[in-house]
């Protein structure tokens, strides 16, 4: 039985349908891929590994407190240098421990003046890592 249609052209139009087969043909491929990897994702070698014990020992370097006030008096730790001998005394702390952290605390009304000093003396005498104590505000972003 011959079908007619009112198209007066003697080709066929394409038609706008999605060919299913070849999506379904790889995606049975790939099920089929991962049925047969999955169990050898599991699989592990059997190892009888030694036993030791020990415990992590900690290796945390020396923190230098200093601290300058609103008066730019300067403090190491709790004790208040003069400038005259703030240098010396970065040097034997970085004496008696080379990987020295200096932690410096500055008074928000100190002077730049004074930190610039003091972190120029702890560079001289051979301090390389320097830290900022500060607070966190209320209004940070």
């Known amino acids: 039985m011959a079908m ?12 706008a349908e999605i060919n299913m087969t070849p999506l379904v043909d790889v995606m049975l491929v790939l099920l089929i891929i991962f049925i047969i990897t999955a169990p050898l994702m599991t699989h592990s070698v059997p190892v009888d590994l030694p036993r030791a014990a ?7 370097p020396m923190t230098l407190q200093v601290s300058i006030n609103a008066e730019n008096q300067i403090f190491v730790g ?10 010396t005394k970065f040097r034997e702390a ?5 990987n020295v ?7 928000r009304s100190t002077r730049y003046e004074s930190v610039a000093e003091t972190m ?6 051979g301090l390389t890592k320097i830290g900022f104590v500060t607070q966190p505000g209320s209004d940070a972003l």
């Open 101 to 107: 952290e200096m932690h410096l605390k500055a008074d």
């Open 4 to 15: 007619g249609s009112f198209n007066s052209q003697q080709h066929q139009m394409p038609t």
């Open 54 to 60: 020990s415990t992590p020992t900690p290796e945390k």
């Open 120 to 125: 120029s003396a702890a560079r001289r005498a």
């Open 78 to 87: 709790s004790e208040a240098v003069d400038r005259s001998i703030l240098e």
């Open 94 to 98: 970085v004496a008696k421990d080379a």
